[in-house]
T-cell receptor, first 113, second 115 residues
Framework: TQLLEQSPQFLSIQEGENLTVYCNSS?????LQWYRQEPGEGPVLLVT?????EVKKLKRLTFQFGDARKDSSLHITAAQPGDTGLYLC?????????????FGQGTILTVHP | DAGVIQSPRHEVTEMGQEVTLRCKPI?????LFWYRQTMMRGLELLIY????????DSGMPEDRFSAKMPNASFSTLKIQPSEPRDSAVYFC?????????????FGPGTRLLVL
């Protein structure tokens, strides 16, 4: 099973600040997903990246997949309180896994008004 | 369209009691996953099914946990007997697996507290 390490574990910032969270592995990802989990809810998919060096934007969120496909980052510009939540990266478990995912431990983001 | 439906949303029980959590996946999805989430251990996969067949139950903590999927639209996770350390949020997720990295759609979770 591929181990995904996320950092930082906790992040507390003021509204309007920028931030970056990271997802790293010692192995090469075939592809990677980012999920956001709001308090009291289940995780929801934000994006899937599949190509080394790929950059995807979702409003104020920018996702980057490392050239070597061993790391990924999520950058949020001008954070808002609505961005508060747990950010999880995930990748497909190896072999015939019928869609089984391996998740990182997550980054808990709190954006203060 | 309805998403993944879980019930109950909250459960408080006493140690030793049987707990049954229920899940209705999204119609047409062929894979179903049960997860447990705690602050200490994060999101852990307990078991998953493909076409109603259990594929990997290596994440099930011990014999007190069991899961069934009698048909494509219903699954249960049972804990018998429950213990305080089972207190956690339990999520059910479903996906349509046709190869590659697919989206998992999570339910709202069941918050279980075992006293």
């Amino acid at each position: 099973t591929q181990l995904l390490e996320q950092s930082p574990q906790f992040l507390s910032i003021q509204e309007g600040e920028n931030l970056t969270v990271y997802c790293n592995s010692s192995s090469v990802f075939s592809s990677l997903q980012w999920y956001r989990q709001e308090p009291g809810e289940g995780p929801v998919l934000l994006v899937t990246v599949v190509t080394g060096g790929e950059v995807k934007k979702l409003k104020r969120l920018t996702f980057q997949f490392g050239d070597a496909r061993k790391d990924s980052s999520l950058h949020i510009t001008a954070a808002q309180p609505g961005d508060t939540g747990l950010y999880l990266c995930a990748t497909r478990a190896g072999g015939t896994s019928y869609g089984k995912l391996t998740f990182g431990q997550g980054t808990i983001l709190t954006v203060h008004p | 369209d309805a998403g993944v439906i879980q019930s109950p949303r909250h459960e408080v029980t006493e140690m030793g009691q049987e707990v049954t959590l229920r899940c209705k996946p999204i119609s047409g999805h062929n894979s179903l996953f049960w997860y447990r989430q705690t602050m200490m251990r994060g999101l852990e996969l307990l078991i998953y099914f493909n076409n109603n067949v259990p594929i990997d139950d290596s994440g099930m903590p011990e014999d007190r946990f069991s899961a069934k999927m009698p048909n494509a639209s219903f699954s249960t996770l049972k804990i018998q007997p429950s213990e305080p350390r089972d207190s956690a949020v339990y999520f059910c997720a479903s996906s349509l697996d046709t190869g590659g990295l697919k989206t998992q759609y999570f339910g709202p979770g069941t918050r279980l507290l075992v006293l």
